[in-house]
């Protein structure tokens, strides 16, 4: 019990004892189904929740435990090298993480690349000139509702456990910038304000927990080009699949432009911040003297003008992520409109399961590759800027 007096009274707080998590007791098919968080969803839809109705934190997620993992490692980095790396140093860290990571990515990737194929034999059977009987097309039904279920269980199980890494890796991050903090002396508290601290909570290490999933591709692009093209030689033919192809990746050099073009406006838009918050802590720390000798406006006016340079760069920023964001809605249908034309300029005629193949097939393409693969150019060079 804790003992808290205020206006000459005692309140007894009671610290119930925090519940166990049930994902570390949870089998595969609760991991898969995440049926093991159905408990606390009963309880909240029965009466509002509580905080003793909360879990407790994953052992594996607690910050004392993965920032001493990781602390051990930046030590034995520091020992080998005058100037480590901290990308190096994670990258170490959860070497065995990543290739777990890269074993499941290819796996989803493969089971959601076969979904259009799957999509295009069940659709033939409507075409009175296949000649697939009602039991062949039974089989393909089934095949497409087993794929499907792929969206519904280990698909999103294996965001979650992507998502639980950049958790992991902020977290660690987090700790080792508030233990390196702890350990500034006051010599050199002057350079290092508690605000460029905040900053980098805040924005750099939060951006490794946000940018993990988009960075996943990575790990599949090549089984996604690969089976992508692949599949859809074997289905539309050679020519209809080089022009789909080469007008859907003709999108990632322009991608990549714009991602250099954002890194290089985060590498000015971070040394604009950091003054700001400096200013401002410096601001806050003499008010008397400031308020004293009157220069408030000057001041005043030393903020607008770090913070109009910096909108402005954010603006352009923001601006750039916006056109990167359109080019995954405009790729698919300009494809689409490449693959019709070759086919009609070669004479080769579509049919319906061909136009359904190639609507989902380039659905899926336009997914993985310019959707994340995009994402990707934008915000790794991010990622290895905060942690450069």
Same mark, same amino acid.
């Given at each position: ?8 009274? /005692? ?21 898969? @189904? ?31 435990? !993965? ?14 090298? +005058? ?30 690349? %076969? /979904? ?15 000649? %697939?009987?009602? +039991? ?9 509702? %087993? ?20 958790? =992991? ?38 951006? !490794? ?5 988009? =960075? ?6 090549? !089984? ?48 604009? @911040? ?17 308020? %004293? ?42 494809? !689409? ?52």
């Amino acid at each position: 019990h804790y003992f808290i007096q205020s206006n000459l009274r /005692v309140v007894v707080c009671s610290m119930a004892a925090e519940k166990v998590n049930p994902e570390v007791s949870a089998n595969v098919f609760s991991q898969l @189904t995440f049926h093991w968080v159905n408990s606390i969803f009963s309880t909240g839809y029965k009466r509002p929740l509580t905080p003793d109705d909360v879990f407790a934190i994953d052992p594996r997620l607690q910050s004392e435990r !993965l920032t001493a993992l990781l602390e051990q490692q930046w030590f034995q980095e520091a020992e080998k090298k +005058k100037k480590p790396s901290l990308l190096f140093t994670l990258l170490k860290r959860h070497l065995f993480t990543l290739i777990w990571i890269f074993f499941l990515a290819n796996i989803e990737a493969a089971l959601r690349l %076969m /979904v259009p194929y799957f999509v295009a034999e069940v659709t033939s059977y409507f075409d009175p000139t296949s000649g %697939m009987s009602f +039991k062949t097309a039974i089989y393909w039904s089934i095949g497409l509702g %087993m794929l499907q279920l792929n969206n519904v269980s280990f698909r999103s199980w294996m965001f979650y456990r992507i998502m639980r890494f950049g958790t =992991s890796i902020r977290v660690s991050v987090t700790g080792l910038i508030y233990r390196k903090a702890c350990r500034i002396t006051q010599s050199e508290i002057g350079d290092r304000s508690i605000g460029l601290i905040i900053n980098l909570i805040t924005n750099d290490a939060q951006r !490794l927990d946000e940018y993990i999933v988009p =960075s996943y591709v990575l790990l599949n692009i090549w !089984l996604v080009i690969g089976m992508g093209f692949g599949m859809m030689y074997l289905k539309i033919g050679i020519f209809a699949t080089l022009a789909g192809f080469t007008s859907m990746l003709l999108f990632i050099p322009l991608q990549f432009a714009i991602g250099k073009l954002i890194l290089h406006l985060r590498t000015k838009i971070a040394p604009l @911040t950091d003054r700001r918050v400096k200013i401002i802590h410096e601001i806050v720390s003499f008010m008397k003297i400031i308020k %004293m000798y009157g220069w408030e406006i000057m001041f005043r006016d030393l903020v607008d003008k770090v913070r109009q340079k910096e909108t402005k760069l954010i603006g352009t920023f923001v601006l750039m992520r916006a056109i990167n964001n359109a080019l995954l809605f405009i790729s698919p249908i300009l494809s !689409l409109i490449v693959v019709i034309v070759v086919k009609r300029y070669v004479g080769e005629p579509l049919n319906t399961s061909d136009w359904f193949f190639l609507f989902c097939m380039l659905g899926m393409i336009r997914v993985l590759i310019v959707a994340f693969l995009g994402n990707t150019f934008t915000t790794v060079p991010q990622v290895i800027h905060s942690v450069g």
